[in-house]
Every structure is written in structure tokens, then in C-alpha cells.
């Protein structure tokens, strides 16, 4: 199985140790593993030199939709069978899950994209 994680923030924290342990799990049981993350954030420096492989976009830029950020995003989802993303509170309107979808649809992928929530931060909006 193909799999792959979405991780939208140059954070460090509980769900960045989350993601990196489970994409070390899969690569360990064989499995191949994709990560979609920021440039130079915490969770490329850990994931660098795993054998993931790693796309990376610039965190403020990403949520313009531009082209080049939906080429990466769909680049990166075209290599799996499935896409987890965690989800962060939306931010000047972009919301990761959503970008995901549209980026699968728009480029007619084959991947199931599974959103991980489980938030406690009170502004995140249902929708």
C-alpha cells in the first residue's frame, strides 16, 4: 500500500510526533510512504533520509492555490492509494483537507483522503 501524510504546519508538537512515528511504522512493515509538509519545517528535517519520500511547499503560499502549489500537492497524492491528512483550524480561509480534495479531484487521482481531527482548539470551524 501506498501511503501517504499531510501534515500542514511547521510545528512541533504532538501530531508532527504522531505522523513521524507512523510513517516510520510503514516504512518499517515495507510499505511505501509519502509526506506533504512544509519547506524546512519540523517535520521534513525528520522524514528527510527515512525513505519517504517528501514533497514540500511554502507554508504561506500554499493557501494563494496557485499552480504551482496545486502541481505539488497533487504530484504528491498522485503517489498514494491513501492520503491522511490532520487537520488544523483553517487559516486566511485555506483549509488542508479541502486543498487535498480538490487537488485529487481536479487531477482525477485514485487516492482515498482520510482527515484526522480530533482538535481541542475552540475556533475550529465544523465546516
Known amino acids: 500500500m501506498r501511503i501517504g501524510f499531510i501534515e500542514d504546519t511547521p510545528l512541533h508538537g504532538g501530531t508532527q510526533i504522531w505522523v513521524t512515528e507512523a510513517a516510520r511504522y510503514f516504512l518499517g512493515k515495507g510499505e511505501a510512504v509519502t509526506v506533504l509538509c512544509p519547506a524546512d519545517s519540523w517535520m521534513q528535517k525528520q522524514i528527510d533520509g527515512t525513505g519517504a519520500q517528501v514533497f514540500t511547499y511554502e507554508w504561506d503560499g500554499v493557501m494563494e492555490e496557485g499552480e504551482d502549489s496545486r502541481k505539488t500537492w497533487t504530484d504528491a497524492l498522485a503517489n498514494c492509494d ?31 483522503l482520510v482527515p484526522k481531527t480530533g482538535t481541542i482548539v475552540p475556533e475550529y470551524k465544523r465546516e
Open 82 to 112: 491513501v492520503a491522511l491528512c490532520t487537520v488544523h483550524p483553517p487559516r486566511n480561509g485555506f483549509h488542508c483537507s479541502v486543498f487535498a480534495a480538490r487537488c485529487i479531484d481536479e487531477g482525477r487521482l485514485q487516492t482515498w
